[in-house]
Nanobody, 115 residues
Framework: QVQLVESGGGLVQAGGSLRLSCAAS????????MAWYRQTPGNQRELAAS???????NYADYVKGRFTISRDNAKNTVYLQMNSLQPEDTAVYYCNTNPALYIYWGQGTQVTVSS
């Protein structure tokens, strides 16, 4: 069974950057398409960025050009490089497969962007 652990969140000023990491246990990680999701208070979780097994990426319009998703299959890790952060990017960020599976939701990592 795969477990996903997110890290790298924190408090940053508007215009700053953060790099999130998602470490996956389990040998099947490299076989799965992965994604980063985010949830703001009072809203549903939404997909922010995704990456296929082969490395093709896709982004929600609100992060396009600012965020970059990548993966290292040898390390069973997915990354989200977030640049030009804005207060509206404040959210809990989660990684999961794409499409998401309930059993893989972890605790997420909090990102707070101050103005």
């Amino acid at each position: 069974q795969v477990q996903l652990v997110e890290s790298g969140g924190g408090l940053v000023q508007a215009g700053g950057s953060l790099r999130l990491s998602c470490a996956a246990s389990g040998s099947i990680f490299s076989l799965k398409a992965m994604a980063w999701y985010r949830q703001t208070p009072g809203n549903q979780r939404e997909l922010a960025a995704s990456i296929t097994r082969g490395g093709s990426t896709n982004y929600a319009d609100y992060v396009k050009g600012r965020f970059t998703i990548s993966r290292d299959n040898a390390k069973n890790t997915v990354y989200l490089q977030m640049n030009s952060l804005q207060p509206e990017d404040t959210a809990v960020y989660y990684c999961n497969t794409n499409p998401a599976l309930y059993i893989y939701w972890g605790q997420g990592t909090q990102v707070t962007v101050s103005s």
